[in-house]
């Protein structure tokens, strides 16, 4: 099989990581290479760009809305003025040029910290080292997840108007117990994040020949400290701004 006949095959093998992971990761195991990896890397982040751009005017107006809440605490501001700072606040500027570029660069960070925290949280399960490659291409697989992410929640933001559409348990609960420690931990549980824990420890535990459950456990527990640190840092930033 040439290398044209190769990458013709990677999209069916993408596809089949979203409803048939054990057969995807069964065939990564022989077909695994580093152009397919980069080629996913370059895919997703591609699409998550776009999102960002087609979502900008949301962006925009929830900093023009935010502006003119500030603006009417100062009094000594006419309407002309007003008027004026609300029209710079509407143009694209370089802070919206700087956050569409984070959009993508995150998920080269999300690739990269996921394949360290797998390679060695693998080896510490499977007892043998782990070569990196070979998690690139797991972790690669599992963020195909962020493609239907991305395509749901920028259908959720402009429906809604809303830059973080929520999507977790807290979403089933009322907004009194979203107010204590549990409910504030839970509203951190992004539905595909479970998912892409789910085929990241598929994939290593297939691949490397170890216990799914026990992989699952330990990739869960390092999620879990990662969302307590997240929200703690949200929290104190509230309270401080």
């Known amino acids: 099989m040439n ?14 990581v979203l409803y048939n992971p054990r057969k995807a ?3 990564l195991e022989t077909e695994h290479s580093a152009t397919e990896w980069i080629l996913i890397l370059i895919v997703v982040m591609s699409i998550v760009l776009c999102a960002g751009i087609i979502t900008l005017p949301v962006a925009l107006n929830t900093e023009r809305e935010l502006i003119e809440t500030e603006l009417r605490s100062y009094s000594s501001l006419n309407t ?24 993508p660069a995150s998920v080269c960070f ?26 690139l291409s797991i972790t690669g697989y599992a963020s195909l997840v962020l493609v239907p992410e991305t395509v749901v929640k920028t ?15 807290g979403v089933f609960l009322d907004d009194t117990y979203l107010e204590t420690l549990p409910g504030i931990f839970l509203s951190g549980v992004d ?3 479970i998912w892409f824990l789910y085929l ?4 290593l535990a297939q691949t490397f020949r170890g216990s799914s459950t026990f992989t699952w456990l330990v990739l869960g527990l390092v999620w879990c400290a990662w969302i307590v640190i997240r929200r703690t840092m949200e929290i104190i930033g509230t309270v401080y701004v």
Not at 87 to 98: F, G, I
Not at 123 to 134: A, N, S, T, V
Not at 200 to 203: N, P, R
């Open 80 to 103: 002309v003025q007003q008027s004026v700072i609300l029209r710079e606040a509407s143009k694209l500027d370089h802070r919206q040029l700087v956050g569409l570029l984070i959009m």
């Open 25 to 27: 990761y069964a065939e």
């Open 200 to 203: 990241l420890g598929l994939g």
């Open 155 to 169: 259908i959720l933001v402009l429906l809604y108007g809303s830059l973080d559409p929520a999507i977790h348990p």
């Open 110 to 135: 999300l690739i990269v910290a996921w394949s360290v925290v797998g390679k060695h949280c693998g080896e510490m399960i499977f007892g043998k080292l782990l070569p990196y490659d070979r998690v």
């Open 3 to 16: 290398a044209t006949t190769d990458m013709r095959s990677y999209p069916t093998r993408w596809l089949r």
């Open 191 to 193: 539905f595909f994040g």
